[in-house]
């Protein structure tokens, strides 16, 4: 049973940076297209950014272009969000999943709170 678990979120002033780690279990993230996916309070889960199998290819929204990153390290089956120059506006919980998404796939996230 593959089982994504992500962590990492907190508190944060605006400006200041986090990092989120989406680590699985029940499988290789080395094969798969890995996405970032956040959810605001009061709108619908938003696709943020992806990376492709083996760690090649990213691709960002553009909400979030230049400021978010996603590193991967198969080592240790864990993907990972850099984001940096936060803004309250990216508050939100953080979910990882393939790309394109599996439903039985999502787990609770993460929450990013971003103070002004």
């Known amino acids: 049973q593959v089982q994504l678990v992500e962590s990492g979120g907190g508190l944060v002033q605006a400006g200041g940076s986090l990092r989120l780690s989406c680590a699985a279990s029940?499988?290789?993230?080395?094969?798969?297209?890995m996405g970032w996916f956040r959810q605001a309070p009061g709108k619908e889960r938003a696709f943020i950014g992806r990376?492709?199998?083996?760690?090649?290819?990213?691709y960002y929204a553009d909400s979030v272009k230049g400021r978010f990153t996603i590193p991967s390290d198969n080592a240790k089956n864990t993907v990972y969000l850099h984001m940096n120059s936060l803004k309250p506006e990216d508050t939100a919980v953080y979910y990882c999943?393939?790309?394109?998404?599996?439903?039985?796939?999502w787990g609770q996230g993460t929450q990013v709170t971003v103070s002004s």
């Open positions: 029940g499988r290789t993230f080395s094969t798969y297209n």
């Open positions: 999943n393939d790309y394109p998404p599996r439903n039985d796939y």
């Open positions: 990376i492709g199998w083996s760690g090649g290819g990213t």
